[in-house]
């Protein structure tokens, strides 16, 4: 691991803690069209969970409700026993990128993450600074966000995803967009993570993707999970 990359973990001073997400007969009926039917399955610390499937298949679906983003017509979803929408609305400790990160268009980079960090104060300006420079983005532009290219707007999304050091990272196809470079990286990043206890669920359409670092894959058809698989 390059040196940039382990000063940043040896500076992030949190042990992850032990979280367990429980799916129970998990059904999703929108406009009269089922996207998820009767899914069970478990989540736990420690992991890379890969989700796959065609396009409509259900896996963002799955990670909406996971997120605690859209309610299930049917079943629950519990994250350390507590069922959202009920004892939570949201899981705790949350790093999320759902489809295209949206951000406000007229601030730099580096602003919008500021802005995004305020929330909650966890994270200082000097990591945020790091984490860009590793991703190879220039913490010192002054080019508006509006500007950037979808592979740089999706560091950023992955950025404020990981800057806050959550326990949970739910990750829609974040490899998107990102050069040949920035893609390893990730890799490494989203490994090391799980080294650290951290439970992490990624969806991706490439295939070498989800074989190079995930220990478990669960495969969506028609909004059913039909197929799941531990390496």
Request: glycine share 8%; proline share 3%; net charge neutral.
């Amino acid at each position: 691991m390059p040196q940039k990359e382990r000063n940043y973990f040896s500076g992030l001073g949190k042990d992850s803690k032990d979280m367990n997400i429980k799916v129970e007969s998990l059904t999703k009926i929108i406009k009269g069209t089922t996207v998820l039917e009767n899914i069970s399955y478990e989540f736990t610390s420690g992991n890379i969970y890969g989700v796959v499937g065609k396009n409509g298949s259900g896996k963002t679906m799955l990670l909406r409700e996971l997120a605690g983003l859209i309610h299930p017509t049917t079943g629950t979803v519990t994250v350390d026993g507590k069922q959202l929408h009920h004892d939570i609305s949201f899981p705790p400790n949350l790093g999320l990128i759902i489809e295209k990160p949206e951000f406000i268009s007229y601030l730099t980079g580096l602003e919008n993450l500021k802005l995004l960090a305020e929330v909650k104060h966890t994270v200082s300006e000097k990591n945020i600074r790091d984490l860009m420079t590793m991703f190879s983005l220039d913490p010192c532009s002054k080019q508006s966000i509006k500007k950037y290219s979808l592979g740089m707007k999706q560091k950023i999304g992955i950025i404020q995803a990981i800057m806050e050091n959550p326990d949970l990272l739910i990750l829609d196809e974040p490899f998107n967009a990102l050069d040949e470079d920035s893609v390893k990286l990730l890799r490494r990043l989203l490994l090391q993570y799980q080294q650290e206890g951290k439970l992490i669920i990624i969806t991706s359409h490439h295939k070498e993707d989800i074989d190079s670092i995930c220990s478990h894959i669960l495969l969506l058809q028609d909004g059913k999970l039909v197929q799941k698989t531990e390496k």
